[in-house]
């Protein structure tokens, strides 16, 4: 067994869904490894990661705005701190995923043909945010 971790680092600009799995399939195309288990995990608690459709961009905005009206940024929430999208930040963050686990066949992401991994960045103002890949095969 081989063990390879890489951090992806993403410049976002603005809230919404930010596709990463190229860079995903480059680490995972580089490591050697050719069948195995890719793990996604972001570090941040007010961005998350899904897997999501990648052919109609009404699919992404759909999900922001359904995701806009069940945690809306005017309740009044204790947690502030940050600003009016503090704590709505982490109420999306909760509602979704942390971590993915994506098979590798052949040396590549297993995913389905209408698939693609996303950032999914929930604060208005620009991060740097960071998803750490470990992967793990032959």
Same mark, same amino acid.
């Given at each position: 067994m081989k063990q390879v971790f890489e951090t992806i680092r993403l410049k976002v600009r603005k809230p919404g869904l930010h596709d990463f799995t190229d860079a995903a399939a480059k680490i995972v195309a580089q490591s050697g490894i050719t069948d195995g288990l890719l793990t996604c995990f972001i570090r941040h608690t007010s961005a998350s990661l899904l897997i999501q459709e990648n052919a109609d961009p009404d699919v992404l905005r759909d999900l922001e705005d359904y995701f806009? #009206? !069940?945690?809306?940024?005017?309740?009044?929430y204790r947690h502030d701190a940050e600003g009016p999208d503090d704590m709505p930040s982490h109420i999306k963050g909760? /509602? %979704?995923? %942390? =971590? /993915? =686990? !994506?098979?590798? #066949? @052949?040396?590549? /992401?297993? /995913? @389905? %043909?209408?698939?693609?991994l996303y950032l999914f960045e929930h604060r208005d103002a620009a991060h740097t945010r960071e998803v750490l890949l470990h992967l793990i095969g032959e």
């Amino acid at each position: 067994m081989k063990q390879v971790f890489e951090t992806i680092r993403l410049k976002v600009r603005k809230p919404g869904l930010h596709d990463f799995t190229d860079a995903a399939a480059k680490i995972v195309a580089q490591s050697g490894i050719t069948d195995g288990l890719l793990t996604c995990f972001i570090r941040h608690t007010s961005a998350s990661l899904l897997i999501q459709e990648n052919a109609d961009p009404d699919v992404l905005r759909d999900l922001e705005d359904y995701f806009a #009206r !069940i945690v809306p940024r005017d309740a009044p929430y204790r947690h502030d701190a940050e600003g009016p999208d503090d704590m709505p930040s982490h109420i999306k963050g909760a /509602l %979704t995923a %942390t =971590s /993915l =686990s !994506i098979p590798v #066949r @052949g040396g590549k /992401l297993a /995913l @389905g %043909t209408w698939q693609a991994l996303y950032l999914f960045e929930h604060r208005d103002a620009a991060h740097t945010r960071e998803v750490l890949l470990h992967l793990i095969g032959e």
